[in-house]
């Protein structure tokens, strides 16, 4: 197989992701209230796993979880 050298061909942009959650926009005291019609439990793990993924590339805040019976609220807490 002979594989063709080419010059010229544009990079494609990579689409940005919208965020799910508005985490970027939170100062200190924020929270926002999510009800996904799943298990509090099950949807408080998912929060704390986004919430630590962003905190991974934003390293100066922390955010706190709790689940209720009708859904999960998540605050900014530093």
């Known amino acids: ?40 439990k099950r949807m408080q793990q998912k929060l704390a796993a986004a919430a630590c993924m962003f905190v991974r590339k934003n390293r100066n805040c922390k955010f706190k979880t709790q689940a209720f019976p009708a859904g999960v609220r998540i605050w900014r807490v530093e």
């Open 1 to 40: 197989m002979k594989i063709k050298i080419e010059t010229g061909v544009p990079v494609p942009v990579q689409a940005t992701r919208t965020p799910k959650y508005p985490f970027r926009d939170m100062v200190v005291g924020d929270s926002f209230f999510v009800n996904d019609n799943i298990d509090p």
